[in-house]
């Protein structure tokens, strides 16, 4: 993108219309791009209204913000998922991020600084500026070059307390530079415009953050007439923007329109998540968490899905690079607080033990080896770290997960005697020191067992893997099995725990437990047509007890049917709820949403929308696998998503991605 001047006024407060602005204003040079032929040409300005107000600073005395409808502390935020739709075209996708940062000087008056970033904008972050008293919100300002329009109709009043349906401020401006140059002439053209501003009722809002009552709605229309500098030819605008504001939040919604000439561009901005008045819900926008991690191609296993875990207060990202394995540590407002070099790369899984993280490493497929590193981001064993099984045809798809005083580490190493993936575990202490027996086998019959993961329970292990007969066997024969692991290294089911054999396959399962029971979850099968046997893959999971009991039979559906393709599940407790994380695949072209996210109870019902929230947003590339393997971590009130981003675009480096999530 491209910075520029707006063609829209600075609109009601949070979240920031810069990039509404921007794209407005390309749309209506666009439109008004033959205006020297009089393609635009007609219309003027409508009387100035019977009353002029609102063009000046709130009344000093009143109620206050008693519902805070305008919260303004330091390092409040707000997220926000944005499409925009122009007259003609296909509608795009953005995403917005608002944030306090403190107070400045503005024509006199000490006003709130709202800082505002579109995600992976080049332009970087604006400021705008807001004065709010005990009588009203008044907006003054923002720092956006080329901004003439703002600044010519501020100051004007948004929001008088008490708040109560009726006009706030209405006000002509005539002779304004409008900041465009529409005709060409080397000149920015001139508008007479009328600036209205309503609050239309309270109602009650539904949103992804919840159902919110007493939210209240404001219009803000500003109307007139362009006249171009080469021949004074006049243009009618118009432009809408309708906004909705939660007590104790902020806004939640906004549209915002622009027409001319019978077309109209518009766009929506709707709230995802927020930290306001230390009180968190929803998710943040996605940001970059590990860079340059492979040279983009459609090969998703190189470099494979990324790790994260939490120590209770920090979250640590890795992800295998041709650099080596590469972690960001992150803390609980998404800053970065360091970054570090773990051994060499590979696929990887990673826990936090009550003291370090430990991370398995398979380096290359001829050793497992573990790395533990401190809340504070130190490898306690670089830089080769510490041999857990050295068998040279070891390593594939570790799983990991710590006990009370142990964590087990389980993997597959291909037989070469059976020709089959065998599966295997091995315990080591807080020190990293291996425990006896040493290396154990978990499930060695003569099948094939992969992608294993595994949770604790407080006393006993439980490890889930997928089976199939033999390595080169179709998806169809694919099954998911499970087997208890005491401390000890004992495996307690054998023949394993059949979780689910249905109809097709089943593949990748991922586990985590609630104080009650284990969650398994799966990418699942068993609803495709056989004939086409085309990827549409459904997300499946059922509950598994500390005894080994399968309770939901075949298995439970937590997102099925329709035409994207389902891959990579990930599941995490959160201490109230389950969280289950899934990549959908498919092509830009072809709606594909990227990565969603359900919220789920304990027994395994669904609590968010049909289908999960859009948490990546939709790929912008039309390729397959474009986003993938995501993966959950959760701490107390928040969970951090991370996933690999394929980047299939010829020139570009692929990345980790991630978001934060708060408890609803």
């Known amino acids: 993108m491209t910075r520029c001047e707006p063609i829209l006024p600075k609109r009601t407060a949070f979240p920031s219309a810069r990039n509404a602005r921007r794209t407005l204003r390309f749309w209506i040079v666009a439109a008004c791009a033959t205006v020297a032929l009089g393609a635009c040409g007609g219309g003027g300005s409508s009387s100035p209204p019977p009353s002029s107000f609102g063009n000046t600073l709130p009344p000093s005395s009143g109620p206050g913000d008693a519902s805070n409808y305008f919260?303004?502390?330091?390092?409040?935020?707000?997220?926000?998922d944005s499409v925009t739709t122009p007259s003609a075209g296909a509608p795009s996708n953005a995403f917005d991020n608002n944030i306090v940062t403190g107070q400045q000087n503005v024509g006199g008056q000490l006003a709130t600084v709202l800082q505002s970033a579109i995600v992976d904008d080049p332009a970087g972050p604006s400021e705008s500026y807001y004065y709010k008293n005990s009588g009203g919100v008044a907006y003054v300002g923002d720092n956006v070059a080329g901004d003439t329009l703002s600044a010519a109709l501020s100051p004007y009043i948004e929001l008088l307390f008490p708040v109560s349906p009726g006009t706030v401020a209405s006000f002509p401006k005539n002779g304004v530079n409008f900041g465009v140059d529409l005709d060409h002439d080397g000149k920015t053209e001139s508008a007479n415009l009328t600036m209205t501003v309503k609050?239309?009722?309270?109602?009650?809002?539904?949103?992804?953050?919840?159902?919110?009552a007493n939210t209240v709605k404001t219009t803000e229309e500003l109307d007139g007439t362009i006249f171009l500098s080469s021949n004074q030819q006049q243009v009618p605008f118009t432009s809408l923007t309708t906004t909705w504001s939660a007590p104790g939040i902020g806004v939640v919604q906004r549209s915002q329109s622009v027409t001319a000439q019978g077309q109209t561009q518009t766009q929506t901005f709707n709230i995802r998540g927020y930290v306001v008045g230390g009180t968190a819900k929803g998710l943040t926008t996605p940001f970059h968490v590990i860079e340059n991690v492979g040279i983009a191609n459609s090969d998703i296993y190189s470099p494979g899905p990324p790790a994260v875990a939490s120590d209770g207060t920090n979250f640590l990202a890795v992800e295998g690079t041709p650099a080596g394995l590469q972690g960001t540590l992150l803390d609980q407002n998404t800053n970065v607080v360091t970054t570090l070099n773990i051994g060499s790369g590979g696929t990887s899984a990673m826990t936090f033990d009550g003291t370090n993280y430990v991370i398995a490493l398979n380096t290359g497929g001829t050793s497992v080896t573990v790395h533990r590193v401190t809340p504070a981001g130190i490898d306690l064993?670089?830089?080769?770290?510490?041999?857990?099984?050295?068998?040279l045809t070891s390593g594939l798809h570790p799983g990991i997960a710590s006990g009370t005083t142990n964590t087990l580490i389980t993997y597959t190493r291909f037989d070469l005697v059976t020709n089959q993936h065998l599966l295997y575990g091995t315990l080591i202490d807080r020190n990293g020191n291996v425990l006896a027996p040493g290396e154990f086998s978990i499930a060695v019959d003569n099948t094939t067992h992969l992608y294993p993961a595994v949770s604790f329970d407080g006393t006993n292990y439980l490890v889930v893997w997928q089976q199939q007969p033999t390595s080169g066997a179709p998806e169809t024969s694919c099954d998911i099995y499970a087997a208890r692991v005491s401390p000890n290294g004992t495996v307690l089911d054998t023949p394993a725990i059949a979780v689910s054999t249905a109809t097709n396959g089943q593949f990748t399962p991922t586990v985590a437990f609630d104080g009650t029971n284990y969650f398994v979850v799966w990418q699942d099968e068993r609803n495709e047509n056989p004939a086409a046997m085309n990827g549409m893959f459904d997300i499946y999971g059922g509950r598994v007890t500390p005894a080994g009991q399968v309770l939901d039979g075949g298995g439970l559906a937590i997102d099925a049917g329709g035409s994207q393709g389902r891959n990579n599940p990930s599941i995490v407790y959160t201490g109230s709820e389950y969280l289950v994380a899934w990549a959908d695949f498919g092509t830009a072209n072809a709606a594909a949403?990227?990565?969603?996210?359900?919220?789920?109870?304990?027994?395994?019902n669904i609590t968010s929308a049909a289908g999960g929230l859009m948490a990546s947003g939709a790929s912008t590339v039309s390729a397959l696998y474009t986003y993938a393997f995501p993966v959950l971590a959760a701490r107390s009130g928040s969970f951090a998503m991370m996933w690999l981003d394929n980047a299939p675009t010829s020139g570009t480096q692929k990345l980790v991605r991630g978001l934060f999530?708060?408890?609803y």
Do not use: H
């Not at 239309?200 to 953050?209: F, H, K, P």
């Not at 949403?593 to 395994?604: E, K, S």
């Open 71 to 80: 919260p303004t502390d330091m390092g409040d935020r707000w997220y926000y």
């Open 381 to 391: 064993d670089a830089p080769n770290g510490l041999i857990v099984s050295n068998n």
């Open 661 to 663: 999530g708060y408890s």
């Open 199 to 212: 609050v239309v009722d309270l109602e009650t809002l539904n949103t992804a953050v919840g159902s919110l």
């Open 593 to 604: 949403t990227g990565i969603r996210l359900a919220r789920m109870d304990i027994d395994g």
